[in-house]
């Protein structure tokens, strides 16, 4: 079954009233943080933040299936010295909403940006925020599994007895292991800290995402013909990326130039799509003549 792209050119809060309720398994977007890209999208004021992004959220908590998950890639600025609390504070304004905040991933930035401050250092990762509707949703952890390194060679070569039993930390932290279970494995589960570069290609946007991110996240959490929204689509990397996956896509972006770089950018993928059809059925037909 092939997988369908529907883009949509306006703002987000009104054509998300065009999706049906309860139709998408995975949400995953960056939309324009505070104060911050004021040329494009206009800047919204911190302290109207949480205000303008309430009807969104209520839109997405509504098209989004009972076992969907939402990840919400943001970080707040720093104003007069200190931390913004917006993010905060639009966390538990969601709780109020009716969403779950199931766990936080941290992207680290691996090439962020050099510089120097006199009272802080880089930026070099920022908020990767999960909400769900409900305790139980769909997570395919298996598919996002990495190899287990090194390091078991020598650690699990001779077990104390204490590695071959669920021995509590002497901290009285309450968290506990059996090293054992390590042995035999090639591959284990991932942090909740996902270690990838910025965007360099040519994209013609301010804040592209890395491919590799919304890439792992609709590996963890949506399956092929599952569909997949981004409702700040921007230059359409989430689109794309879920396109090659066999995922169904929605796009919503309200710059134009950004919407119709996208139309181009899939029509094209099409024409080039078809033309390989076209071309390996003509190879086929020749080969079949060849053989009779």
Same mark, same amino acid.
């Given at each position: ?26 949400? =995953? ?56 609390? %917006? ?5 538990l304004a969601m709780r109020k909403q009716g969403w779950l905040w199931t766990e936080e991933f941290i992207w680290h930035k691996k090439n962020c940006f050099p510089g120097k401050w006199s009272n802080r250092f880089r930026d070099a990762w920022e908020r990767l925020l999960q909400f769900n509707k409900n305790k139980k949703f769909n997570m395919y952890q298996d598919a996002v599994k990495i190899p287990i390194g090194d390091w078991a060679k020598s650690r699990l070569k001779n077990l104390s007895e204490t590695d071959k039993i669920r021995y509590n930390a002497k ?17 284990? %589960? ?32 949506? $399956? ?14 989430? =689109? ?13 972006? =309200? =710059?134009?130039?950004? %919407?119709?770089?996208?139309?181009? $950018? ?22 079949? %003549?060849?053989?009779?």
């Open positions: 079954m092939k997988s369908k792209i529907e883009l949509y050119l306006g703002d987000c809060k009104k054509e998300l009233m065009k999706i049906p309720d309860n139709s998408v398994d995975l949400i =995953i977007t960056s939309p324009p943080y505070a104060d911050q890209r004021k040329s494009t999208y206009g800047g919204v004021k911190i302290n109207e933040y949480v205000d303008w992004f309430l009807p969104i959220s209520k839109e997405l908590l509504r098209v989004l299936k009972p076992t969907g998950t939402f990840v919400l890639n943001i970080k707040e600025k720093v104003v007069n010295g200190e931390r913004s609390t %917006y993010v905060m504070e639009l966390i901290n009285g932290s309450g968290f506990g292991k059996n090293v054992s279970n390590w042995i035999g494995k090639n591959t284990v %589960y991932p942090t909740n800290v996902v270690h990838l570069s910025t965007e360099c290609n040519s994209k013609n946007h301010s804040a592209a995402f890395p491919k590799e991110l919304p890439e792992w996240f609709i590996r963890l959490f949506t $399956q092929e013909n599952d569909t997949v929204l981004d409702p700040f689509a921007g230059s359409g990397t989430t =689109i794309e990326v879920a396109n090659k996956m066999n995922r169904n896509a929605i796009g919503i972006e =309200i =710059i134009s130039e950004y %919407y119709y770089d996208m139309k181009r $950018q899939f029509y094209e993928s099409k024409c080039d799509s078809l033309k390989k059809r076209a071309k390996d059925e003509k190879a086929e037909t020749a080969r079949c %003549y060849s053989i009779c």
